[in-house]
């Protein structure tokens, strides 16, 4: 078995009082940080906050099997995924379940999580999840193989980082495993607090995954380009045999969050067949999840969105309390300078605000988006999706046939139990 971990995370990723060790034969992990004293944490933005580094952990028992990628912090405001990476690794140690392939935990955009500023950035220079395009990779590329990397831009520059340590351990895994699958899930929060949503691209984790799955016409169309710069696009069709999605576990600040990211990953091993099943504890944490779902929209479709102009005078004026929230036609959502936003009137069409953008002022950029708008493709989860999954093998322990013949008003108080 080959462990290896960085200091553990709260859910507000600053370091716990207790800094567990790991170990690899014959090493010490990195040094945790010290504490500042009196406290049981590290102040953000102080010269002591802790150091992210690329590769987060890795955990294999060296069986043949898929490679898990998790990816933390792309967006350097959002790091609930860090503390739910370093649960399921800890989870999965202690438990000693036979596991197939590797999972492997990687930090997204380190230039911004390591930024000495007082506040938590989603960017430096550029959003990152808009840069992976293949022009702009092509460019970086050969700046840096002049010599020409101080000229481009932190993003660009964690960029090709982030994509040389995928691609490297990628090729080093399938020439053990040369028909192994690899999966990416690429762990986000939203401003706006809510449930979880997905963005399956061109993967197919939406059918696995519990969370109301969002696409739009490129996700539809048979001979996508990689132009929208989303490192999910950019994965699926540049690798081989490989799924990628993003999960949107819920707010920044959700006390949920942390604990959705885990529970889908958790679900991603048992249906990427890693693990043969969920143990009681990790199936009440995914129906913990499922919980918050009800009556949200399985599948919503973006349609639309609004773009921000002036972002020093833009303001939120709808006091949004959901990631996804049904908005009437005309509504005055917010102001952008002194232009109004109203969600426009399309007729016949039931319209959602998705994601809204309700970011600190300093992470508010020209060309960012107010609202995705989206509609409903119908169907919404229910109580039937809640106990829907008990009939499958791959989610279920031995126990199951007892679980499987609850009705859904008990199986609360029995996974509680």
């Not at 230039?111 to 550029?126: E, G, W």
């Not at 449930?195 to 984790?205: E, Q, T």
């Not at 109580?383 to 046939?401: C, F, M, S, T």
């Amino acid at each position: 078995m080959t462990v290896f971990l960085s200091p553990s995370f709260q859910y507000n990723t600053l370091p716990s009082r207790t800094i567990r060790q790991s170990y690899l034969p014959g090493k010490f992990s990195i040094p945790s940080p010290n504490l500042i004293k009196g406290t049981d944490h590290i102040e953000f933005g102080k010269e002591a906050n802790p150091t992210y580094q690329r590769i987060l952990g890795r955990y294999s028992q060296g069986n043949p099997g898929p490679l898990v990628f998790v990816i933390s912090g792309l967006h350097g405001n959002e790091r609930a995924g860090f503390h739910a990476f370093d649960q399921l690794i800890k989870k999965l140690e202690a438990s000693h379940v036979k596991f197939k392939g590797e999972i492997v935990g990687l930090s997204g955009n380190l230039a911004a999580l390591n930024a000495k500023t007082d506040k938590p950035m989603r960017f430096l220079d550029v959003d990152m999840n808009r840069v992976f395009k293949p022009e702009l990779i092509a460019k970086a590329e050969k700046m840096k193989a002049s010599g020409k990397t101080h000229l481009l831009r932190k993003e660009e520059i964690e960029m090709l980082d982030l994509l040389e340590t995928i691609h490297s351990m990628q090729q080093s895994h399938r020439q053990k495993w040369p028909e192994s699958q690899t999966f990416v899930l690429d762990l986000h929060s939203t401003s706006a607090s809510g449930a979880p949503l997905m963005l399956p691209f061109k993967s197919m984790l939406h059918k696995w995954l519990p969370a109301t799955s969002i696409t739009d016409k490129h996700d539809l169309d048979p001979h996508p380009k990689m132009n929208r710069g989303y490192l999910n696009d950019y994965l699926n069709l540049a690798l081989p045999n490989c799924q990628a999605a993003v999960f949107e576990g819920g707010g920044h600040d959700g006390e949920n969050t942390a604990k959705n990211m885990e529970a889908a990953l958790w679900v991603l091993l048992a249906k990427s067949k890693s693990i043969s099943a969920l143990n009681l504890p990790t199936f009440a944490l995914v129906n913990a999840l499922k919980e918050q779902l009800k009556g949200r929209p399985k599948e919503v479709k973006v349609i639309d969105h609004i773009a921000i102009n002036y972002p020093r005078g833009y303001k939120s004026i709808r006091k949004f309390e959901s990631n996804l929230e049904k908005v009437k036609p005309n509504e005055l959502i917010a102001m952008d300078g002194f232009r109004e936003i109203r969600i426009p009137d399309i007729a016949g069409k039931d319209l959602y605000a998705l994601m809204p953008n309700l970011q600190d002022k300093h992470n508010i950029k020209a060309g960012d988006d107010v609202v995705f708008l989206a509609e409903s493709t119908g169907e919404k989860f229910g109580e039937q999706d809640l106990v829907a999954d008990l009939a499958e093998p791959a989610l279920l322990p031995d126990y199951a046939p007892a679980v499987r013949n609850l009705k859904a008003g008990k199986l609360q108080d029995t996974l509680k139990a």
